[in-house]
């Protein structure tokens, strides 16, 4: 691809956690950047701060509020500049979520990109970055996680990402000029390291980071651990946890070597290192200074017992490794909620 300076994309979810992240490497690197977002789960506040971060104007930072299953908005986003590429996020992310309310999740992450899909025909954007998810991989053959091994989700977040990523395949195959990134990514925490922008999710938190920083900061009483009896070292899941801007850098480097891809590729984003629930409770209490109190509940539906990567077709393919810490991604996750304790409500 060529040198990105005035070229423009489109990211769906924009204002979102991952997105927002996103926004910012990608202005930084010399992207012109529209969003769309139907601040169902974000905060448009989010987009002024991206603005503030990296001193884009509104016409280099663009926001379009709108939903990704309404034609109009999508032709809305593409109208505003010469799009050469999206990047998709837009959807719902909760696996314990999707196991109550499955139709949420089809009809948000399916039916969405289905509608993405034909707006991008529509106005001759080929190149997609699509966000994935090692959900895909069910509860795995092995660790590390390669992405030959065999798929098979366990929840119904984790099948709609199955079932985009090989709808994504068959387009791909059915005419030639697609370039498709699927971008399985693995447990994203942490926050820029300003702390201006940081993961704001509505409710309670479906994710254990987040939770964690909200008992520290004394908005809610203790963590909830999901289960104690898993065959691992302390009994809880373990999982690789990924700092957020390694994998908004994973993402500029799909679009940066997507000229080397043909069809649609499968790539997984992760650290390479498993930690436990309790490894990230122990590392939150030495970057918070809080005591982090927690309770054993019982296990949650649709989590697999230890998920973590091998980065190495990463690392070949994009170019790209993660090179930040848990202990970097606690003390960043912690700075961004200490100075906004209710999030960008704050």
Known sequence: MSEPEDRTVVVTGGAGYIGSHTCVVLLEAGWRVVVID?????????????????????????????DIREPADLDRAFAVGDAAAVVHFAGRK??????????WYYDHNVGGTVCLLEAMQRHGVRDLVFSSSC??????????????????????YGRTKLIIEEMLADVAASEPGWRVALLR???????????????DPVGIPNNLMPYIMQVAVGRRDHLTVNGD????????????????????EGHLAALDHIDRL???IAVNLGTGVGSSVLDVVHAARAATGQPIPYEVGPRRAGDVVAAWADPTAAA???GWRATRTLDEMCADHWRWQATNPAGYAS
Not at 189 to 198: E, Y
């Open 38 to 66: 139907n601040l169902d789960n974000s905060s448009e506040v989010a987009i002024d701060r991206v603005r503030e971060l990296t001193g884009a104007d509104a016409d280099r930072c663009a926001f379009v509020e709108g």
């Open 94 to 103: 909760a696996v314990g979520e999707s196991v109550d309310h499955p139709l």
């Open 135 to 156: 959900t895909v991989y069910g509860e795995p053959e092995g660790v590390p996680i390669t992405e030959g091994m065999r798929v098979g989700a366990q929840s119904p």
């Open 185 to 199: 990514y693995f447990n994203p925490v942490g926050a820029h390291p300003s702390g201006r922008i940081g993961e």
């Open 229 to 248: 009896d898993y065959p691992t070292p302390d009994g809880t899941c373990i999982r690789d946890y990924l700092h957020v801007v390694d994998l908004a």
């Open 262 to 264: 043909d069809g649609a």
């Open 316 to 318: 070949e393919l994009l």
